[in-house]
């Protein structure tokens, strides 16, 4: 919840703000620029200044909510180091750990005490003079619409997508446990501004390229699966990615779609990494199983349904190892019936 003193401190902050610089994330997401791209029309309204410095580029797919007013400058140290060390005020969106701000990090936390965060993750070594955190919202973006509601703001067409797209995206089109009534009553208000949900879903989820549909279809026909029929496995190796050109695909929708296989608990991507002999593995899992713990025993991270690992060693090879974990982890949390 957003409490009155969220509220006010936020009025505090933006209340004749000049010169404003939005700061989120690496590789940002849908949350992460649609909370950007809205409060900076927000603010811009309001008569600022505002510029947007990340540090990796805006995906192809989510240029559609990008402002042409406010064009995101990539961190380049010689440029932006000066800026942040000046700037009077900074709004990190979407994430409030250094860790996660790559090259930025050092110049962000010399700029600390300039600086305001606003996210809905937990906060972890937070070094932000200013803070509002809010762990029950379903996305940065559905925080950014409820702080400017009291300012009687009416968003562009733009800046109503921009903020739709950080709450869909973050609550997976509004099917994660994330998804609260509130999350509706913002997609309510934004849907009464004219933001079309199947435009937006259209723009985000029905792109994909002749390469990625192929790899997925490979990748599919060769799913193996545990005695139990609890953990699915894919492998995608050099001559497969070569063959069809998917160097550069995304295959976090590959587990997607086996996470979706009734009975499955935990799903297994090996991809071949450029080069050999390193392999990239991404885990995903249902409910209480804890893929991260199994991803940090091989020197991997993430989050507790959905992690990654990078192993050296030959592609069935790292299939077979991590899968005996896997096994085992699926089966010492739901035994199968019957003992087989
Ligand atoms: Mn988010």
Not at 69 to 93: F, G, M, N, Q, R
Request: charged share 25%; aromatic share 6%; glycine share 8%.
């Amino acid at each position: 919840m957003i409490r009155p003193a969220d509220h006010e401190l936020f009025r505090r902050r933006i209340e004749g703000a000049g010169d404003v610089v939005l700061v989120t994330h690496i590789n940002p997401d849908g949350d992460a620029l649609g909370s950007q791209f809205g409060l900076a029309a927000f603010l811009l309204e309001r008569g600022a200044r505002v510029r947007i410095v990340n540090h990796d580029p805006t995906p192809e797919l989510l240029s559609f909510i990008a402002d042409p007013v406010v064009p995101v400058e990539l961190y380049d140290s010689t440029t932006h180091d000066a800026l942040l060390a000046s700037v009077p005020t900074i709004v990190l969106l979407d994430n409030s750990a250094p860790d996660r701000l790559g090259r930025m990090e050092r110049p962000m936390v010399a700029a600390a005490e300039r600086t305001l965060c606003i996210d809905h993750h937990p906060m972890r070594d937070a070094p932000w003079a200013e803070t509002i955190v809010d762990v029950g919202s379903c996305a940065t973006a559905a925080m950014v619409w409820e702080l400017t509601r009291p300012f009687d703001w009416t968003p562009s067409a733009r800046a109503a997508d921009a903020i739709y797209v950080g709450l869909a995206t973050d609550t997976g089109f509004f099917r994660y446990n994330s998804t609260s009534s509130r999350a509706h009553r913002v997609a309510a208000d934004l849907l009464a501004l004219g933001v079309r949900p199947a435009r937006i879903f259209r723009q985000i989820y029905e792109r994909n390229s002749v390469a990625f549909t192929r790899l997925l279809g490979h990748a599919l026909a060769g799913l193996r699966l545990n005695d139990a029929a609890t953990v699915a496995s894919v492998l995608i190796d050099r001559e497969l990615l070569e063959r069809l050109d998917a160097e550069h695909e995304d295959t976090t929708e590959i587990t997607t779609t086996l996470l979706a296989l009734d009975g499955v608990r935990i799903v297994l991507l090996f991809r071949e990494l450029a080069g050999g002999g390193r392999v990239k593995v991404s885990l995903r899992s249902k409910g209480e199983i804890d893929v991260h713990a199994l991803a940090t025993e091989f020197g991997g991270g993430g989050h507790r349904n959905a992690s990654g690992i990078v192993m050296e060693g030959a592609l069935d090879e790292v299939a077979r190892i991590v899968g005996a974990r896997a096994d085992a982890l699926a089966a010492a949390h739901d035994p199968p019936a019957g003992g087989r």
